[in-house]
Nanobody
Framework: QVQLVESGGGLVQPGGSLRLTCAAS????????MKWYRQAPGKERELVAI????????NYTPSVKGRFTISRDNIKNTVYLQMNSLKPEDTAVYYC?????????WGKGTLVTVSS
């Protein structure tokens, strides 16, 4: 079965960096676009970044452009989100997502807290 396991969250000061990791299994990873979403307290889940199956195509929500970088390793079946210049408004639970055989799959998320 499809499994997505996020890690790498934590507490970081404003201006700091974190790298999130999503380990994927149970589907043909190299054939699928992968996405990172986030959900802040009291807010709806929003799409943060998406990467194409080969890794050559990426897109970001405007609020993170120039600060976040999504990447993938199709040998390790892993997708990453490098987050730099973090701001308090980046505080959220971050989720990995894939659509496989017309179904949406989510990990359990990893909490990122940006605070001094």
């Amino acid at each position: 079965q499809v499994q997505l396991v996020e890690s790498g969250g934590g507490l970081v000061q404003p201006g700091g960096s974190l790298r999130l990791t999503c380990a994927a299994s149970g589907f043909t990873f190299s054939n699928r676009a992968m996405k990172w979403y986030r959900q802040a307290p009291g807010k709806e889940r929003e799409l943060v970044a998406i990467i194409g199956s080969a890794g050559g195509s990426t897109n970001y929500t405007p609020s993170v452009k120039g600060r976040f970088t999504i990447s993938r390793d199709n040998i390790k079946n892993t997708v990453y989100l490098q987050m730099n210049s973090l701001k308090p408004e980046d505080t959220a639970v971050y989720y990995c997502n894939v659509i496989w055989l017309a179904s949406d799959y989510w990990g359990k998320g990893t909490l990122v807290t940006v605070s001094s």
